[in-house]
């Protein structure tokens, strides 16, 4: 069955530091996709990043990247330069199959991060 | 603007009174999503639809229906709601390839007493 696992409940960092958030998955399928979202105070959910299973290289957005090891199972996300808009709580999740039209999505139960100024 | 809408925002209701949480999307996607949200167990997804009538579960579907009837909208039904379905629920959609980013609504906080 499909499992993701974030194993940091909260964390604090100093503001400009880069900050890693840990995200750990399994599944039996070969095609799989990875996400990041970000949910901030106010409630709303925002996507930050994407990682398709087949894309060989890790993928970038901003200062959001991913740091994908496939043999290892994970998928953290590497945040640059941390902000102090950057406090929020951090999702991870899964989606099995190439595609999203026909399969189930699993979250992690998320990480809660604090800068620091 | 391209939005999910979710209504109502905050429902207050007693337990066993039917209520329909509504869902629409204005970007013509075939993937819509429900969620609920607990503290400490992340999201969880409640009941997924590929496209119109056709509806799947996810991991928590009991106590809940969907329907598809037109792509856009995606209503949530509690038939007999009780107060462990009080909880912080999101409707998402997204297209149904590529990277599949899913765009949430607002979320809508029910509370069951």
């Known amino acids: 069955a499909q499992k993701i696992t974030q194993t940091q409940p909260g964390m604090f960092v100093q503001e400009k530091e880069a900050v890693t958030l840990d995200c750990t998955y399994d599944?039996?399928?070969?095609?799989?996709?990875l996400f990041w979202y970000k949910q901030p105070s106010s409630g709303e959910m925002i996507f930050l990043i994407y990682?398709?299973?087949?894309?060989?290289q890790n993928a970038t957005e901003g200062r959001y990247s991913l740091n994908f090891q496939k043999a290892r199972k994970s998928a953290n996300l590497v945040i640059s330069a941390s902000q102090l808009g950057d406090s929020a709580m951090y999702f991870c999740?899964?989606?099995?199959?190439?595609?999203?039209?026909?399969?189930?999505?699993?979250f992690g139960s998320g990480t809660r991060l604090s800068i620091r100024p | 603007e391209a939005q999910v809408t979710q209504n109502p925002r905050y429902l207050i209701t007693v337990t066993g009174k039917k209520l329909t949480v509504t869902c629409s999307q204005n970007?013509?996607?075939?993937?819509m999503s429900w969620y609920r949200q607990d503290p400490g167990l992340g999201l969880r997804q409640i009941y997924y639809?590929?496209?119109?009538?056709?509806?799947d579960k996810g991991d928590v579907p009991e106590g809940y229906k969907v329907s598809r009837k037109e792509k856009r909208n995606f209503p949530l039904i509690l038939e007999s709601p009780s107060p462990n379905q009080t909880s912080l629920y999101f409707c998402?959609?997204?297209?149904?390839?590529?990277?599949?980013?899913?765009?949430f609504g607002p979320g809508t906080r029910l509370t069951v007493t």
């Open positions: 998402a959609s997204s297209l149904g390839g590529g990277s599949g980013e899913q765009y």
């Open positions: 599944t039996s399928d070969q095609s799989y996709g």
């Open positions: 990682q398709g299973s087949y894309d060989e």
């Open positions: 999740a899964m989606r099995e199959g190439r595609y999203s039209s026909a399969s189930k999505i699993i």
């Open positions: 970007m013509n996607h075939e993937y």
């Open positions: 639809s590929m496209n119109v009538e056709v509806t």
